[in-house]
Nanobody, 117 residues
Framework: QVQAVESGGGLVQPGGSLSLSCAVS????????MAWYRQAPGKEREMVAS???????HYADSVKGRFTISRDNAKKMVYLQMNSLKPEDTAVYYC???????????WGQGTLVTVSS
C-alpha cells in the first residue's frame, strides 16, 4: 500500500512564494508519475503539474512559468515550488502517485494553500 503525505501549505500574500513537499511511502515502482492536483472551493479537482520517473514534466497553462515540480526518486519525494502566487491559486493541493496504465493510483490527504492579503 502506497501512502502520500503533503506538507508546506499555509497562508501567503499575493506575489509570494510557497513550497510544498510530498513524502511517498510503501512499495513504488518505475515507471510512475508523481503529480500535484488542486481543488478550489466549488470547483473540480485539476492537475497542476506532473513529473514522470524519467523526468518528463507537464504543467497546467495557468501555472506555467510560476510553478516548478521536482522529485527525488531515491527519497521518494515530490516537490512543488510556487512563485508569483495569485488569489486564484487558493485551493487544497493534493499529491498524487499513479501508474494508471496498471490501475494504480494513490492520493495524499491534501494541504491548504491560501493566497490572500
Amino acid at each position: 500500500q502506497v501512502q502520500a503525505v503533503e506538507s508546506g501549505g499555509g497562508l501567503v500574500q499575493p506575489g509570494g512564494s510557497l513550497s510544498l513537499s510530498c513524502a511517498v511511502s510503501g512499495s513504488i515502482f518505475s515507471p510512475n508519475v508523481m503529480a500535484w492536483y488542486r481543488q478550489a472551493p466549488g470547483k473540480e479537482r485539476e492537475m497542476v503539474a506532473s513529473m514522470t520517473s524519467g523526468g518528463g514534466t507537464h504543467y497546467a497553462d495557468s501555472v506555467k512559468g510560476r510553478f516548478t515540480i521536482s522529485r527525488d526518486n531515491a527519497k521518494k519525494m515530490v516537490y512543488l515550488q510556487m512563485n508569483s502566487l495569485k488569489p486564484e491559486d487558493t485551493a487544497v493541493y493534493y499529491c498524487n502517485y499513479n501508474r494508471r496504465w496498471l490501475r494504480e493510483e494513490f492520493w495524499g490527504q491534501g494541504t491548504l494553500v491560501t493566497v490572500s492579503s
